[in-house]
Each structure stands twice: as C-alpha cells, then as structure tokens.
C-alpha cells in the first residue's frame, strides 16, 4: 500500500512540473490549450480536422455543415489518471438548413486551476462538396486561493472540402487573434493550424492523417485508422508525435445512440481514458460515422 501511493505521488509531482509553466507562466509558453473532444477524435490519436461526425462543433465548424438533426453529446477524459487534470465537455448542435448552430461548453482542471472554454458557432455548405464553419470562444482561467481570473474572447475558423465520397480534406484555425494573458509574463493565449485529409478504401475502413503546428512547439503529426463492423461497432487506433502517444479506441452505434472509449498512452505520464455519450434527434446520416 505504501509503494502505491508513493507511485501516485510521485506521479503527480511530475504532472504539476509539466503544467507549472501553465500555472506560472514563462515568456512564450500558453494556455487554453487546445484538445478534440469526443472518444472518437481520442481514439484517433487527436485526428479531427477532415472528419465531421457528433463532436465536428468543438473540432472543425466546417464538419458541422455535413450533419442533420439535433446532436447532443457529454465527454470525460481522466487525463493521465489523475483528477486534477480531468476534461468534461457538453456538445450542442441544431444542424438545420441553410446551416448548423452549435454550442459547446468545456471544463479543465480542478481546485488549484481550472479554464472554462464556452462556444457558440454556425456552419453551412456551400454546394455539396465544400463547407466552412466559424466559432465565437470564451475563455475564463482562475486560480485558487485567491489568486485571480482572467476572461477572453477569441474565434476559430474551419474549412472542409470532399472532392468525392471517399475523400475529405479539413482545415482548422484556433485563436488566430495573438492575445496577451499576461502581460508581465509574456503568456499568450494558445494558437494553431491544423491540416487534415480522411479516405474511406471501404465502407468498412477509413484511414486519416494529420499535421498540426503552434507557434512554439514543433509539427505534431498523426496517422489513425477506423474499423467498422456490422455497421454499428468501430474499433480505433492511432499514433501522434512530439511528444509520442499512442492511442485505442472502440465505440458502438444503435440507432439515434452512440456511445465512444478510448485511451492515449504516454510512454512518460501513462494512460489518459475518455468516454463519450450522443444523441441524435432526427435523421441519421451514414456520413456522421463514415467521414
């Protein structure tokens, strides 16, 4: 009993040397920092931008457009097995015509330091092949003991393009406006690009890559693969570098429910589980799951 909890202790210490930068920021480092929602996304190692499914509103916008109907969705992650450093996400959209209106709610952290990211976005195609989504973002960070809060406003922005069935191509902007957190500091709000491109080779098999780049860290790629089975289970797998992680995922789909889990593997900070619930009111689509 006392190895494991000098396991878990240790184990947090090394995850607050890793967010230390985030609670006491230096010049140039960032927070807000973005992360996919969903299982699905999880499951993929991070993969989003050229996919439109259930959590395309807090993903891509521009995946949003390709959806019908009203969408709700409830996320958990237990990030690295530790508490404090958990996600809750609630997803919204009402994907009507001529567009898609969402709402997105997000929570990090908890005691110490907690961001709360709250959304409202709209999508719409244009023709049938090409889409783009914009997002309006509030940010508000607080940390304990008195220590303050800060609120700010950024947007997102996404472009999705399918020049046939089997080919997605996405683009995604996040916090394209640079926006001092601190100003004794340095710290800004945390910024990326993200480029996407999905193919279905089967109904079964859709196999997506993509790179990602903030102004600080180095080009963050991905490669991930989708199985599906008796059209209503999936089975995951994917592979992200800098920092390496690997991640599985499964989910289920009956009728209007759906149900996503997965886990990314740090070789460094160990397992980050995710689960995720949605709902879908109205017509189901083969394209949420197939894109």
């Given amino acids: 009993m006392n190895e494991i ?14 967010f230390w930068p985030l609670i006491f920021p230096a010049e140039g480092m960032a927070a807000g920092g973005y992360r996919p929602l969903g299982g699905r996304a999880l499951g993929l190692a991070g993969i989003s931008a050229a996919l439109s499914d259930q959590w395309s509103a807090a993903n891509n916008q ?8 009203i969408i709700c969705g409830l996320y958990f992650e237990n990030r690295f097995m530790v508490k404090e450093l958990s996600y809750k996400a609630l997803v919204f959209s009402a994907c009507l015509k001529p567009g898609a209106f969402s709402f997105v709610f997000q929570h990090f952290g908890t005691g110490g330091y907690t961001e709360m990211k709250t959304a409202a976005g709209y999508a719409r195609k244009f023709g049938k092949r090409f889409s783009a989504g914009i997002q309006l973002t509030y940010y508000s960070f607080r940390l304990g003991d008195g220590y303050g809060s800060k609120s700010i406003i950024n947007c997102e922005a ?3 393009f399918r020049p046939s069935k089997q080919l997605s191509l996405g683009f995604h902007l996040v916090n394209p406006v640079p926006v001092k957190i601190n100003t004794f500091s340095g710290e800004s709000l945390a910024s990326l690009i993200q480029l996407g491109i999905s193919y279905n080779f089967t109904e079964g098999l859709m196999v997506s890559a993509e790179v990602e780049k903030d102004p600080v860290s180095s080009v963050c790629a991905r490669i991930g693969a989708e199985c599906r089975f008796a059209g209503i289970l999936s089975a995951r797998a994917g592979v992200a570098t800098t920092p390496f992680r690997l991640s599985i995922g499964a989910g289920i789909q009956i009728k209007r429910f759906s149900l996503d889990f997965a886990s990314e593997y740090s070789q460094v900070l160990g397992f980050s589980p995710a ?9 189901q689509e083969t394209h949420i799951r197939r894109q």
């Fill in 275 to 283: 689960v995720s619930i949605q709902y879908l009111l109205g017509k």
């Fill in 5 to 18: 909890r000098i396991i878990r202790i240790l184990k947090r210490f090394l995850i607050c040397l890793g």
């Fill in 62 to 69: 521009a995946g949003n457009a390709f959806n019908n109907g």
């Fill in 158 to 160: 996404g472009l999705q």
